[in-house]
């Protein structure tokens, strides 16, 4: 549905991406990785439209494309859900969920809102993934984190997403909520989407992937399937790979003399 090769991406003298190979298949979770200064950022914003890339290809469908806005990303049904929901918290479930996007009834100059039809979409949208609230009309504000982030999959879903971009879902989220989370984007892909998860914690993208990308640096880590890689592997090069293979070999090193000092203080010793 969508593939990155060779794609790059710098901001004056600072290079961002080098070199990065990512595809997303329709029914799938690609799990994108990585610390902090990673690339992560980047990456999403040369997916979702917002920045363009500077070398490589990007090609959705097989064909080449280099969008200059989010809304022609979203023209070709790929959609993102930010960290930072675009959310009124005061306005009810269902106006946030046709935000932007609201129906109306009528014709000029008199038109209004079809409240109840919005009402009974957003009810019906929200079951299909088999998130149940008590009312559409209480504020969004007053639901959970997790639930946030579960109505905007939905939404992105209901207007036509084919690739869906979560970008750190599960990073304010307590264990409950971030699990609650994760069965969403397991049903999104259930769905026949195909799921961009950008995340710094291996154990919650180890439960739903079934691809997985670690960057670091502006460069791609690791590029596997979940076939050829355990959780522990996937921690490792999440935690540093080699590098933390040196510093460990480094501070055993250090240790060990420190030790015998410490046991030559010792009364008698």
Same mark, same amino acid.
């Given at each position: 549905?969508?593939e990155?090769?060779g794609?790059?991406?710098?901001?004056?003298?600072?290079?961002?991406?080098?070199?990065?190979?990512?595809?997303v298949?329709?029914?799938?979770?690609?799990?994108?990785l990585?610390?902090?200064? #990673?690339?992560?950022?980047?990456?999403i914003?040369i997916?979702?439209?917002?920045?363009?890339h500077d070398?490589g290809?990007?090609?959705v469908?097989?064909?080449?494309?280099?969008?200059?806005?989010?809304?022609?990303?979203?023209?070709?049904?790929?959609?993102?859900?930010?960290?930072?929901? #675009?959310?009124?918290?005061?306005?009810?479930?269902w106006r946030?969920?046709?935000?932007?996007?609201?129906?109306?009834?009528?014709?000029?100059?008199?038109?209004?809102?079809?409240?109840?039809?919005?009402?009974?979409?957003?009810?019906?949208e929200l079951?299909k993934?088999?998130?149940?609230?008590p009312g559409?009309?209480?504020?969004?504000?007053s639901l959970?984190?997790?639930?946030?982030?579960c109505v905007?999959?939905?939404r992105?879903?209901?207007?036509?997403?084919?690739?869906?971009i979560l970008?750190?879902p599960?990073?304010?989220?307590?264990?409950?909520?971030?699990?609650?989370?994760?069965?969403?984007?397991?049903a999104?892909?259930?769905a026949?989407?195909?799921?961009?998860f950008i995340?710094?914690?291996?154990?919650? #993208?180890?439960?739903?992937?079934?691809?997985?990308v670690?960057?670091?640096?502006?460069?791609?880590?690791?590029?596997?399937g979940?076939?050829?890689?355990?959780?522990?592997?996937?921690?490792?090069?999440?935690?540093?790979g080699?590098?933390?293979?040196?510093?460990?070999?480094?501070?055993?090193?250090?240790? #060990?003399?420190?030790?015998?000092?410490l046991?030559?203080?010792?009364?008698?010793?």
């Open positions: 549905m969508l990155l090769s794609v790059g991406k710098s901001y004056g003298n600072i290079t961002a991406l080098r070199g990065v190979d990512v595809a298949r329709a029914a799938e979770v690609t799990c994108v990585g610390d902090n200064g #990673a690339g992560k950022s980047t990456l914003k997916i979702s439209g917002l920045h363009g070398t290809q990007y090609l469908d097989g064909e080449p494309v280099r969008f200059s806005s989010p809304r022609e990303a979203l023209d070709r049904g790929i959609a993102t859900v930010y960290q930072d929901l #675009a959310v009124v918290p005061l306005m009810p479930v946030n969920f046709f935000l932007g996007s609201e129906r109306t009834n009528g014709v000029w100059p008199v038109r209004r809102l079809d409240v109840r039809g919005m009402r009974e979409t957003t009810d019906r079951r993934l088999g998130i149940e609230l559409v009309d209480q504020p969004i504000g959970s984190g997790g639930q946030r982030q905007a999959i939905a992105a879903i209901y207007f036509g997403a084919r690739v869906l970008d750190e599960t990073a304010a989220l307590g264990v409950r909520q971030s699990g609650v989370v994760l069965k969403y984007v397991a999104a892909r259930d026949g989407l195909g799921v961009i995340t710094h914690n291996p154990h919650h #993208a180890f439960l739903v992937g079934d691809h997985f670690v960057l670091r640096q502006g460069e791609v880590e690791l590029n596997t979940r076939a050829s890689l355990t959780l522990e592997e996937l921690t490792h090069h999440m935690a540093g080699s590098e933390l293979d040196t510093l460990r070999h480094e501070l055993d090193r250090i240790e #060990a003399p420190d030790m015998g000092a046991h030559g203080m010792r009364p008698g010793g």
